[in-house]
């Protein structure tokens, strides 16, 4: 199983950048997809979720401008960003969570940078 984050960036505030969460060797339907994201200094914290039927939660700090997505048939989980601002500056990371065959087994990426310049 991989995971691989992409779409990163540097961005002004105010911008908007879509990042991307490709899962490989797995039947994807099956995952429930998490977004995480750390700053330098700071620990890592939850940003949103969407499980494998397609129901979103967001944190309070992004609901309203970030939205999650996901193409079952492309493995791809997409969280388009907008009116980014610069407290959204960190390494965002991708983790996957299998609901059916090995329950709870999650599986990370590498993580991409974003940063928000204000």
């Known amino acids: 199983v991989q995971v691989r984050e992409s779409g990163g960036g540097v961005v002004q505030a105010g911008g908007s950048l879509k990042l991307s969460c490709q899962l490989s060797g797995l039947v994807y339907s099956n995952f429930d997809m998490t977004w995480f994201r750390q700053a330098p200094g700071k620990e890592r914290e939850l940003v949103a979720s969407?499980?494998?039927?397609?129901?979103?939660e967001y944190e309070d700090f992004v609901r309203g401008r970030f939205i999650l997505s996901r193409d079952n048939f492309k493995n791809t989980g997409y969280l388009q960003m907008n009116d980014l601002e610069p407290g959204d500056t960190g390494v965002y990371l991708c983790?996957?969570?299998?609901?059916?065959?090995?329950?709870?087994?999650?599986?990370w990426g590498q993580g991409t940078q974003v940063t928000v310049s204000g």
């Open positions: 983790q996957a969570v299998d609901r059916v065959v090995i329950k709870g087994a999650q599986y």
């Open positions: 969407i499980d494998g039927a397609g129901k979103t």
